[in-house]
T-cell receptor
């Protein structure tokens, strides 16, 4: 049973470019969460999605960041016009639609903005 | 009120010793407290979790102690091994708002554990 798959593992972008991070949840999981981890810091919640719906985006920056989880295909975290401060590890987690279910994390995408 | 404070930031323990990591929270609505282990270049992996209706949970060498009145919980690693060297995160969530927050977790800042051979 494959775990949460994130790609790419490493992504380098120049300032002003767009970054697209993909996440395929575990089989049978319909809930996806995105977290950001800055160097030497903990994980900060960004957004919680179910299929075709954004449930909670209270942790997302108001500008340049967007997320989607379409009916078919992976969840996408999109960062437009990246800046150096966006350099971080971005982790996706998934859970099933079941009470008291734990989060399972992918191995992250490490974004470097040059 | 959503914060979870974790200490120490780093910890060095000799092989065979006990590693203790502490966390404190403010939101009394939190009702689920997991610990995650993260190795370099990997995502966090669930280690052990506890609910506030029990004061202690043990799984192998790992034990969570929970003090509801003090709003604190801690992870104890008995007989620490070099392979336990990793970053440990405590977390908390409020399962009561599941419809709007799902299994969303609030994480502590992490503790980098080094176990010397």
């Amino acid at each position: 049973n494959a775990g949460v798959m994130q790609n790419p593992r490493h992504l380098v972008r120049r300032r002003g470019q767009e970054a697209r991070l993909r996440c395929s949840p575990m089989k049978g999981h319909s809930h996806v969460y995105w977290y950001r981890q800055l160097p030497e810091e903990g994980l900060k919640f960004m957004v919680y999605l179910q299929k075709e719906n954004i449930i909670d985006e209270s942790g997302m920056p108001k500008e340049r960041f967007s997320a989607e989880f379409p009916k078919e295909g992976p969840s996408i975290l999109r960062i437009q016009q990246v800046v150096r401060g966006d350099s971080a590890a971005y982790f996706c987690a998934s859970s099933p639609n079941r009470a008291n279910s734990p989060l399972h994390f992918g191995n992250g995408t490490r974004l470097t903005v040059t | 009120q959503q914060q979870v404070k974790q200490s120490p930031q780093s910890l060095i323990v000799q092989k065979g010793g006990i590693s203790i990591i502490n966390c404190a929270y403010e939101n009394t609505a939190f009702d689920y407290f997991p610990w995650y282990q993260q190795f370099p270049g990997k995502g966090p992996a669930l280690l052990i979790a506890i609910r506030p209706d029990v004061s202690e949970k043990k799984e192998g060498r790992f034990t969570i102690s929970f003090n509801k009145s003090a709003k604190q919980f801690s992870l104890h690693i008995m007989d620490s091994q070099p392979g336990d060297s990793a970053t440990y995160f405590c977390a908390a969530s409020n399962r009561g708002v599941r419809e709007t927050s799902g299994s969303r977790l609030t994480f502590g800042e992490g503790t980098q554990l080094t176990v010397n051979p």
